[in-house]
């Protein structure tokens, strides 16, 4: 293949990094193969969110690569070129960034660049943003490389990597984004299920993996059934309904409220379909209709510890004001734990105080309007995403 051909297949597997997570380091070290350097480092050297990272490298052991990002700051302090603040999609020999005499002073020469023969080299700055900073480092030439041709392909070779860059870094936010709206949906005390706008399930809480099986509802690989053949037909047409509002780019929602019955004779599910806000962007996989499903047979939860951490309850207090959120009286309670009423009922009087009310159907009324119901993201699963 020749040097044509080889430049162009390297800017195709640039581009083709960025849409992947998969190691560069191979990568790294064809490029550096092709520009006639033996190690190739890529590293995040400031960041708004992280520390200085080694983020791949190619020749050398990462661990020392860390070593002088994080102890040294070893690409940091190349963010001048030629005496100015380097721009993103720039490169320099480093030469170019730090003069020899001002290298020489600085720790990093002696702990790291020397003893490791990387006092030569080229960086290209991927990215200087108030966000971070990315460099490529091209180090320990090859006998006889030449740096003009060096430059010349890095000239070609920059501006790719640079776009490819911004790429891998947008496609990042949205993984992180769809990642927060999971681990939000799996907070929701109700099933949740969102269509997307072609009416495939975008994503399925933990309480709709979990409790959406059978007895009435199912979602299953293709959308949510319901056994009832008229109820099944009203849900359908309810979604549909909701799709095609978010897809028409009206302002007004389309919502709609039903029961689902369930053959096993608990009460039945109520149901809330409705559209969600029309998105910008017109073409694609997007959240359409977002489908709430309520049981009003489930049982209520809620663990000591969280009673504590809420509101301040001793865990004789807490399985007092657990059961009357329950729904059992006093007496019930009493005997459940082996207590006297009048035992239970001074538990009662210490737990009015400590949740700011006057009378069981308030003291309810606070539990149920507090996180104390919500999953605790500690013991959560991801949701599944379609």
């Not at 162009?8 to 380091?25: G, Q, R, V």
């Not at 995040?44 to 070593?67: K, L, N, V």
Request: charged share 20%; with cysteine; aromatic share 6%.
């Amino acid at each position: 293949m020749d040097k044509h051909n080889q430049l162009n297949t390297l800017i195709e597997d640039i581009y083709s990094a960025a849409l992947t997570t998969d190691d560069p380091t191979p990568l790294l070290g064809r490029v550096a193969g092709f520009l006639g350097y033996e190690v190739c480092t890529l590293t995040t050297a400031r960041s708004r969110y992280t520390q200085a990272s080694c983020d791949a490298s190619w020749g050398m052991d990462p661990a020392i690569c860390e070593r002088a990002e994080r102890d040294f700051g070893a690409s940091f302090i190349c963010t001048k070129l030629n005496g100015r603040e380097v721009r993103a999609g720039e490169f320099g020999f480093f030469d170019e960034y730090v003069s020899v005499a001002d290298l020489r002073s600085l720790p990093v020469f002696h702990e790291i660049v020397v003893p490791h023969r990387l006092q030569e080299g080229v960086k290209i700055c991927l990215e200087h943003s108030p966000e971070r900073t990315i460099f490529i480092n091209f180090m320990r030439p090859v006998p006889g490389a030449d740096r003009n041709r060096q430059r010349e392909i890095l000239g070609t070779l920059t501006p790719h990597w640079t776009r490819a860059t911004q790429i891998f870094l947008k496609l990042g936010q949205v993984d992180m984004l769809r990642q927060a709206y999971t681990e939000t949906a799996n907070l929701a005390p109700f099933a949740m299920v969102i269509f997307d706008n072609t009416g495939a399930v975008y994503l399925a809480n933990n309480r709709a993996e979990q409790s959406l099986r059978s007895d009435g509802l199912a979602l299953l690989r293709d959308g949510m059934h319901a056994a009832r053949d008229n109820e099944h037909q009203r849900l359908q047409q309810a979604i549909q309904a909701a799709i095609t509002s978010s897809n028409s780019g009206r302002r007004q929602c389309s919502t709609a409220d039903m029961r689902i019955s369930r053959p096993s004779g608990r009460r039945s599910y109520q149901v809330l379909v409705t559209s969600m806000s029309p998105a910008a962007q017109r073409w694609g996989q997007r959240p359409a209709a977002a489908v709430a499903v309520f049981d009003p047979d489930e049982e209520l939860t809620g663990t000591f510890e969280r009673c504590r951490d809420i509101f301040g309850l001793t865990r004789a207090e807490a399985q007092v004001a657990l059961g009357i959120m329950h729904g059992r009286s006093l007496g019930e309670i009493a005997s459940s734990q082996g207590n006297a009423i009048a035992t239970s009922r001074n538990l009662l009087k210490r737990v009015y105080m400590k949740t700011g009310v006057n009378r069981q159907n308030e003291l309810a009324w606070v539990m149920m309007n507090s996180p104390l119901l919500l999953p605790n993201p500690r013991d959560s699963q991801p949701a599944r995403q379609h």
